[in-house]
């Protein structure tokens, strides 16, 4: 059995056990919370705008666009796989059909990449947006819109690199404290 065998075998398994009128009505919204990432960059922005959590603010914005740079320019472009609606004509969509590659899901890296920021900086809100970020995640399997093996690896990467922006540390003589420089950083 190859690894799309696999993917088509669990997604059909979802929409044969799982699908029913209740999370018919429910994924649909809970995968447009995470179009375009703007939950997760909202939060983001909240976060840096508020001097107790900017740090976190800040290494979620970076991590944010480097993910997206990595999935949304190089990965998904090069290896261009056809999402999983493409190629079963049975497959019925309850949103938009998306138009761009599959793999990996750009929506759960970047719900990941938010997520693991969270966690990593010990934030208190990390439960919930674990949990927001699974779902996120199922909502895309349940919609037939990504494979399970893109699915894990928007996991993968989303959380790579927020653990690479969140621990590799850059000269910290030369970085503002919590962000903001201080007069006593710009004199050295």
């Known amino acids: 059995m190859t690894i799309t065998q696999i993917d088509f075998s669990i997604l059909d398994w979802i929409q044969n056990t799982l699908k029913n009128s209740l999370l018919d009505a429910v994924m649909p919204v809970i995968t447009h919370l995470g179009d375009g990432g703007f939950i997760w960059i909202l939060t983001a922005l909240i976060f840096t705008a508020i001097p107790r959590t900017r740090k976190t603010g800040i290494l979620m914005i970076i991590s944010l666009a480097a993910g997206a740079v990595a999935y949304q320019f190089i990965l998904k472009p090069v290896i261009a796989r056809p999402r999983p609606f493409t190629q079963n004509p049975a497959a019925v969509l309850l949103i938009k059909p998306p138009s761009d590659f599959s793999f990996p899901s750009g929506h759960t890296a970047c719900a ?63 970085m503002p404290k919590n962000g903001v420089q201080t007069k006593k950083d710009k004199n050295g």
């Open 112 to 174: 990941f990449s938010a997520a693991a920021v969270l966690f990593f900086r010990r934030n208190r809100l990390w439960i919930p947006a674990v949990i927001l970020a699974a779902s996120i995640a199922f909502s895309r399997l349940y919609l037939y819109v990504h494979f399970p093996t893109d699915v894990l690896a928007g996991i993968i990467i989303g959380t790579g690199v927020s653990a690479a922006v969140c621990f590799i540390k850059p000269n910290s003589k030369n």
